[in-house]
């Protein structure tokens, strides 16, 4: 096929880990797996413009805007992914690319974009390598997405599909691989469908520790052999919990693997603490709020200070209720983004 010019979109959500990848091999191989909950509100969406060049270029040959603006700061970045990827994407250097892209929530809300950013732009690049192979299978498409989205951004390669998205080799999970992130391949108790995940932005400053700088601290910890134990046994564990529907036994799995992430970054060389005192004061009014009302709400965290509430469906009415009276008075400027479990990437 010889395409002259083309214009595709895609709009990509967020994801939030219930097991945390932290920690990575090169080439972006995670050291443990992972386990996320698609978002839905939280997303980004990418315009990707491509036009043919006459000669070939050394390097690539971009424009990169951001909320409709051109930003210089953000090419590095781009520059890294396409070297990353650019012998699995063979057009990368026949094309004159317009990148432009924006995201649902607002810019600096300690929100991170890596993951819906860079699935959304890979998706944008897998449509073009597409119209140039039409026969391409539809499963091929989703995967080889999944398998460039991780090479932007680890846990981006779970942002593709959802509801419930498995990267990482794990031996009771079928299919799973380290290369790409895979739909949850069993039943999950309908308990588990619709879930909330309210994000209570505690802080929107720039991150503290880039996740690479992050991911870096897992080389040499003390206690990395432990933690990526922990993980693999979490997944089993989690397994049994999708299959039973036990929210008493989740809500352990998923708290217990927010502060061992944090336990991680505390006790690296050199150490961070990425919470803030209101992010203690929300964990502490969950657990009261729990202990009164014996409902389902619980907390995870990534890496920052934001705290995301889970809840399910059922109890919506009245942990909403909370989060409103009690919680959203830690926020920073009372700010929080109502979010949900969404079903994958859509494109336009
Ligand atoms: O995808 P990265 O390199 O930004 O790493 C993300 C790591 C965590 O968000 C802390 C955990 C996870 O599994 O998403």
């Known amino acids: 096929q010889n395409i002259q010019s083309g214009k595709v979109t895609w709009k990509s959500p967020s994801n939030i880990a219930l ?20 978002l839905d509100a939280c997303a980004t969406t990418t315009t990707l413009s491509f036009e043919k060049l006459n000669n070939s270029v050394t390097g690539f040959s971009f424009d990169f805007y951001f909320e409709g603006k051109e930003k210089e700061s953000f090419k590095p970045k781009i520059i890294s992914f396409f070297t990353r990827i650019q012998s699995y994407l063979p057009f990368l250097k026949d094309y004159h690319f317009t990148i432009e892209t924006s995201n649902s929530f607002p810019h600096s809300s300690g929100i991170a974009s890596s993951a819906s950013g860079m699935s959304a732009l890979a998706l944008c690049l897998m449509s073009i390598e597409k119209e140039l192979n039409p ?12 398998f460039l989205a991780r090479l932007g951004s680890g846990s981006a390669c779970r942002s593709i599909e959802g509801d419930i998205v498995e990267w990482g080799f794990h031996k009771e999970i079928s299919g799973s691989s380290d290369l790409y992130g895979i739909k949850y391949p069993f039943e999950v108790h309908p ?13 929107k400053g720039e991150k503290q520790v880039s996740s690479t700088a992050g991911h870096n601290l897992m080389h040499n910890h003390p206690f990395a052999r432990e933690r990526f134990k922990q993980a693999n046994d979490n997944m089993s564990f989690l397994k049994n919990i999708f299959k039973e529907g036990n929210l008493k036994k989740f809500t352990e799995i998923v708290e217990s693997e927010a502060l061992t992430l944090h336990a991680m970054m505390m006790t690296s060389v050199p150490y961070f603490v990425l919470m803030k005192p209101n992010t203690l004061q929300i964990i502490n009014k969950i657990w009261e709020f729990r202990k009164k009302s014996n409902l389902n709400v619980c907390f995870t965290l990534d890496a920052g200070a934001n705290v995301h509430v889970l809840y399910p469906e059922e109890e919506k009415f009245d942990v909403f209720e909370f989060i409103k009276n009690e919680l959203v008075a830690y926020c920073q400027n009372g700010h929080y983004i109502c979010d949900r479990i969404g079903y994958g990437a859509k494109k336009f």
Do not use: R
């Not at 097991?19 to 698609?38: H, L, V």
């Not at 469908?193 to 209570?200: A, C, E, R, V």
């Open 19 to 38: 097991i945390k990848y932290w920690g990575k091999k090169e080439n972006q191989i995670p050291a443990n797996p992972s386990i996320s909950f698609t």
């Open 191 to 203: 308990v588990f469908k619709n879930f909330h995940d309210t994000i209570l932005l505690v802080d």
């Open 135 to 146: 026969n391409m299978e539809e499963k091929y498409f989703t995967k080889k997405a999944s």
